[in-house]
């Protein structure tokens, strides 16, 4: 089956969920190193303040906080961690499926470019995608997701002892008990 965006959705803009678990925080966008500074520069351009987190670190010891940043992530503006900056939900324009429009979408990060993706081998796409709550599988019409996929890979690709997660601390108003902001290595 082709995989197609479902007609005026835009929830993989707007969700955002927590992960590993809540104890996590919501996370956002994925932003590779190289990408942070081109995304800064087209949040000024745009007039838009955005807060980019880290989201992997790694370390070669599991006593000291990560030496080296492999992916950061561009947070959601609202308050529970919910909506990208660059999702133009006022303008009234559509994206070419007729939901909101992404303000940097020839720009969007590779993440952004990959979804629903999730993995290569064999294709699994993330099954909170709408088109995957309505049809289940996609394997078809994915080229340009899967490149984007494989990029970031290649990207984080890490031979590192220790691989640390950042947790963001945003959440929902009722989970804030939950939530922490600092480094937690990963079992
Ligand atoms: S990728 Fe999935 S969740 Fe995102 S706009 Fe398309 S159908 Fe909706
Ligand atoms: S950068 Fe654009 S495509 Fe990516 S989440 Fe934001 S609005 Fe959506």
């Known amino acids: ?34 990408e942070e500074e081109r995304i800064e520069k087209l949040a000024k351009s745009n007039g838009l303040k955005i ?23 561009l947070m959601g503006i609202e308050k529970n961690g919910n909506t990208c900056p660059f999702l133009d939900t006022k303008s009234g324009g559509k994206s070419p499926h007729g939901g909101f429009p992404c303000k940097i979408y020839k720009d969007r990060p590779l993440a952004c470019m990959a979804y629903p993706l999730i993995e290569s081998e064999p294709i699994k796409l993330d099954q909170k995608c709408k088109f995957c709550k309505e049809n289940g599988v996609a394997d078809e019409n994915l080229d340009s997701e899967m490149e984007s996929l494989l990029k970031i890979k290649e990207k984080m690709e890490t031979r590192a002892s220790f691989i640390w997660r950042f947790a963001t601390g945003i959440g929902e108003q009722e989970d804030k008990q939950d939530l922490e902001y600092d480094w937690i290595l990963e079992d």
Not at 8 to 28: D, L, T
């Open 1 to 34: 089956m082709e995989f197609r965006c479902i007609e005026e959705c835009s929830q993989c803009c707007v969700e955002r969920e927590y992960y590993p678990s809540k104890r996590f925080g919501k996370i956002g966008v994925l932003i590779l190193p190289e």
């Open 51 to 73: 807060n980019i987190l880290p989201r992997i670190g790694i370390s070669e010891d599991r006593n000291s906080i990560p030496i080296k940043i492999l992916a950061y992530q």
